[in-house]
Structure formats: structure tokens, C-alpha cells
């Protein structure tokens, strides 16, 4: 009886047992499921893949197509900088020779006064300045800080101001806008960065910022300044100040090579005396070159003939010397792969190492644009930004020696789409050096010419093809 009882106790356990062990099995395997699905942001592609049919599995496929580059001459564009360079530099990679000269106008403060006239120093009764200097203040130079160079500044005609409102292209002559008055200022100076006219004490002092000094005649002042007293309303907005008193200056290169300057500011300033309770003191008006007016540069490249015949490779080469154009094999790309879809699209433009061991090596632009060609002027006339669709930017990447494109595939997209039309540039890109501005998150705001000197030799040109790769993605029939 008592085996009978035991027997039926060790059944009834069993049961139990089996019972809970299927359900513990039942709670793995929801809790694996479970697993499975909050992971599924992880491997979305297995997923979709391994609980599809058979035959709607997606298949990838890799291919690489050659790309024909080529060197082309920069075309002008429209330039929206306050960045002015004056200099001139011969590449000693390259032996062309780059000379930058400026425009530069000048905006006033609504709210900047003089003394009353009552209490200006006068001679014979009018008013006089004692000095009038410009100062050329430097951002950052190339070459050669004590190499002296030869400079010439020149008075813009007011009855033939720059227009406002358009487009300011880098091809502009400033020679159009000149004064031929007997009495428009002209000056030939020289400069070094190194400004050796300036004590040690002053010119080493963390507070000194190195600049170009060029004194004008104080006859100049004067007439300025009997216009504030005589016309006050010339001076109460910039448009107005331009148009009937200073109409901006030009600087020019003379002489010498070797150094190139990045303006910062420009700015003139006239020095006075006045009198208050018998007291004199020494005033100054001073105005100065800002976004709000316009400055332009204008840049004279010569001897790059040679390196746009070269076959071997490209060249990119600021301020505006030399753009590289490719060739995207669009319909080599889609052959056979009409109904596909392109899941990836990269260049990669690899640089030759400079050969030159000289000190003064122009660096390598730091950004290439690549924007289709049919695009160029418009994107630069609106001040667009690359919208990651057909204007793209890559950095320049020191390990790698390299530029990369690596998310081009809407663009071939869009060339695609496009090869019917009539524009014979449809399938092609311009590459050039620009600078840009981010916001706190790191996307691009502002975009601009790089005018800076720069210049780097590409793998490529019209018998050393360049590869694309394209990966495809398609639906097993």
C-alpha cells in the first residue's frame, strides 16, 4: 500500500514537473522572440532577408568604372568675401605665377561725429587735417615676411561706382573704375611683413597686429573733412559716403615677388587737431572696409598653360587658377542595371605628393566642392550650400592622401535622368577649393571661394582614368 502511495506521489510530481517545464520552455521562447524583435533595429537587413519568399530575396552587386578627368581653366565667378589678398607668388612646384590686387570701399558709422566746426584748428579761416594713413591690416601672409614688395594705391572715380546690387565676379578690371582727376590720389609704396619701421618693443607685443601703413597727402584729409562740414548728408549712410566722398581705393602689385597678404581690414583714417577750453586735442575719423561694401579681389595667373595640357593628372589651383572636370560613365553605370537600384556611389580623387622640397610649397586645399557644371555659376551667384543630391563637399584627408566622395549615388540619379536633355554637360562635375561655415552641429551654412593660395596635383587626366565604384541591390526573379 505503502509502494501503491509512493508510486502515485512519484506520477503526480512527473506530471507537475512536465507541466512546468513546458511552461518555462513557453516563457524562453516568447522572451527569445522578444530579444529577437527589440533587436531588430541591429540587423534589420537579416530580418527582412530571412522572412522573406525566396523569390523576392534582394541580391547586391559591386562594380567599378573608369572616370576621365581633366584640367580646365577657371571660369570667373561671383565672389561674396571680405578676405582681400595682395601679393605676388611664383609656384615653385609648378612655376606659374599668381599676382592678387584688391578693391576696397570704405562704410561710415550713422552715429560718428566731428567737433563742432567752431572748434576745429583752421588755416586761413577753413579747416585742416595734419595726416591721412591707410592701414592694410594682415590675417595671415605666404612666403617671405621680410621680402620687400612694391605697391601702388590709386583713387576710384565717384561718378563710376561698382554697382551695387550685382554680382561681383573674380574677373573684374579695377583699371574700369579708376579717377582720372588731376587730383585723384596716387601712391607707390613698399611693404615688408615684417615691418621694420616699427620698434621691436611694438612690433613683438601680443597686442600688435602686423599691417601695411601707407601715408596720403593731408591735402586729402582736408578736402574730406571740409565735405563733413560743408555736405553733412554725404556722411550719414555708406551709399552716400561712396558716391560723393570716398569712393574706395586700388591696390595694386608693382614690383617684387615672393609674398602674398590676406587682409583682414582696411581702413583710413584722418588725424585732426580741435580745441575745447583751451585745450588742444588730437581727433581722428576713421572708416573702414566691411562686409557691408564691397571688396573684391582681382587675380592675374600665368604660365598654366603646361599644367592644363598635362596627361597624368589634374591640377585644382586657387585663387581661380585651375578647376578639374570629370566625366561620370553614367551610361556604362546603368547598362544592364536599368531596373536596379544604386545603393552606393564613391570617388575617391588620390593627390600625388608634391615633388618640390622648396620652403614655400603651396598647401593643399583643405576642401574640394564637386557641383555639376551646368551648376557652377548658379551656385555660387545664389550663395547655395551642398545639399548632398548634386553639390557635395569633401575634406581633404592627410591619411589617406585623398579626397572622397563617398555618398554620390543621387547624383548619378540625377545625371541619369537627365541624359536625354540637350545640355552637353550633363554627365559632367567641376571640382574646386572652397571654405565653409558650420553651425554647432557641424552642417554647412555658408560656402565660399577659397581665394587663399593653394594648389594640389590629382590622379588622373585624359590617359589615366580615375575609378567609381557602384553598388547595385535588385530583387531575385
Not at 40 to 59: A, F, V, W
Not at 68 to 73: E, G, K, P
Not at 402 to 428: C, E, G, H, Q, R
Amino acid at each position: 500500500m505503502w509502494l501503491q502511495r509512493n508510486q502515485l506521489f512519484s506520477c503526480n510530481m512527473a506530471k507537475l514537473l512536465n507541466s512546468q517545464l513546458k511552461t518555462l520552455l513557453s516563457l524562453c521562447i516568447a522572451l527569445a522572440a522578444s530579444i529577437s524583435l527589440t533587436s531588430c533595429d541591429d540587423e534589420t537587413g537579416t530580418l527582412g532577408i530571412s522572412t522573406m519568399p525566396s523569390y523576392d530575396q534582394s541580391r547586391t552587386s559591386q562594380a567599378i568604372y573608369d572616370v576621365l578627368t581633366r584640367s580646365v581653366a577657371a571660369d570667373s565667378l561671383a565672389a561674396f568675401t571680405s578676405d582681400c589678398y595682395l601679393g605676388r607668388v611664383s609656384d615653385p612646384e609648378t612655376n606659374s605665377t599668381t599676382t592678387c590686387n584688391f578693391i576696397a570701399q570704405f562704410a561710415v558709422l550713422e552715429d560718428d561725429i566731428l567737433p563742432d566746426i567752431s572748434a576745429m584748428y583752421k588755416e586761413d579761416g577753413q579747416v585742416v587735417a595734419d595726416s591721412v594713413v591707410l592701414n592694410l591690416y594682415i590675417k595671415t601672409y605666404y612666403g617671405d615676411s621680410v621680402n620687400s614688395m612694391k605697391i601702388g594705391v590709386y583713387e576710384l572715380d565717384s561718378a563710376n561706382v561698382i554697382p551695387e546690387g550685382r554680382y561681383i565676379y573674380t574677373n573684374i578690371d579695377p583699371e574700369d573704375y579708376l579717377s582720372d582727376s588731376p587730383s585723384a590720389v596716387k601712391k607707390e609704396t613698399t611693404f615688408a611683413v615684417a615691418d621694420f619701421d616699427v620698434a621691436d618693443t611694438v612690433r613683438f607685443a601680443s597686442s600688435y597686429t602686423k599691417n601695411i601703413r601707407i601715408s596720403l597727402p593731408a591735402e586729402y584729409g582736408t578736402r574730406i573733412l571740409r565735405l563733413y562740414y560743408e555736405h553733412p548728408e554725404y556722411f550719414r549712410n555708406s551709399y552716400a559716403f561712396i558716391h560723393h566722398v570716398v569712393p574706395g581705393f586700388y591696390f595694386k602689385v608693382l614690383g617684387g615677388n615672393g609674398t602674398m597678404v590676406d587682409i583682414d581690414i582696411t581702413t583710413l583714417s584722418i588725424f585732426f587737431r580741435f580745441n575745447i577750453a583751451d585745450k588742444t586735442y588730437v581727433g581722428v575719423k576713421r572708416v573702414a572696409s566691411t562686409s557691408e561694401v564691397i571688396q573684391c579681389n582681382y587675380f592675374d595667373n600665368r604660365n598654366l598653360q603646361p599644367l592644363m595640357e598635362a596627361e597624368g593628372y589634374t591640377f585644382v589651383k586657387s585663387p581661380v587658377a585651375i578647376f578639374t572636370e570629370a566625366t561620370l560613365p553614367i551610361e556604362s553605370i546603368m547598362h544592364n542595371h536599368e531596373n536596379d537600384s544604386i545603393n552606393g556611389a564613391k570617388l575617391v580623387l588620390p593627390r600625388y605628393n608634391n615633388g618640390s622640397s622648396s620652403t614655400y610649397t603651396l598647401p593643399t586645399p583643405s576642401k574640394l566642392l564637386m557641383v555639376r557644371k551646368s551648376e557652377l555659376h548658379k551656385f555660387f551667384e545664389q550663395r547655395q550650400v551642398p545639399d548632398n543630391r548634386t553639390s557635395y563637399v569633401a575634406d581633404f584627408s592627410s591619411t589617406n592622401n585623398s579626397y572622397t566622395f563617398t555618398n554620390i549615388a543621387p547624383l548619378v540619379a540625377k545625371m541619369y535622368k537627365d541624359s536625354n536633355t540637350s545640355d552637353p554637360d550633363w554627365n559632367k562635375v567641376i571640382l574646386l577649393p572652397v571654405k565653409t561655415s558650420t553651425n554647432s552641429s557641424g552642417k554647412i551654412i555658408a560656402l565660399d571661394n577659397d581665394l587663399s593660395m593653394a594648389s594640389v596635383k590629382l590622379m588622373g587626366g585624359p590617359d589615366n582614368p580615375i575609378g567609381i565604384t557602384i553598388i547595385y541591390s535588385s530583387f531575385s526573379d
